[in-house]
Nanobody, 124 residues
Framework: QVQLVESGGGLVQAGGSLRLSCAAS????????MGWFRQAPGKEREFVAA????????YYTDSVKGRFTISRDNAKNTVYLQMNSLKPEDTAVYYC?????????????????WGRGTQVTVSS
């Protein structure tokens, strides 16, 4: 069983930055593909970014390319999402997810473990 705990969310003005962190339990973290997803009010959860177990390649949904950066520190069992130039439409609960079987990156069904989420609110 893998436990994921997100942190770093909060309220920020448009144009601002936040860095989300996701701490994972277990010694096999370095072998997991990791992803970030988000769910805005009244909308379905959607893919945001993913990173291979080795650190590359990385994948992003089009709406965050050039603004968000996913990274990981396998020594700390942590994956990060640096979010710059935030927009009100980035407001959502952000979830971290782990794929221990290397099945893919974008689909939610490819991830076995999920955190509880952290709220990001961007004011205009």
């Amino acid at each position: 069983q893998v436990q994921l705990v997100e942190s770093g969310g909060g309220l920020v003005q448009a144009g601002g930055s936040l860095r989300l962190s996701c701490a994972a339990s277990g010694r096999a973290f370095s072998s997991y593909n990791m992803g970030w997803f988000r769910q805005a009010p009244g909308k379905e959860r959607e893919f945001v970014a993913a990173i291979r177990w080795s650190g590359n390649p990385t994948y992003y949904t089009d709406s965050v390319k050039g603004r968000f950066t996913i990274s990981r520190d396998n020594a700390k069992n942590t994956v990060y999402l640096q979010m710059n130039s935030l927009k009100p439409e980035d407001t959502a609960v952000y979830y971290c997810a782990a794929d221990p079987r290397g099945r893919g990156y974008v689909g939610q069904d490819e991830y076995d473990y999920w955190g509880r989420g952290t709220q990001v609110t961007v004011s205009s």
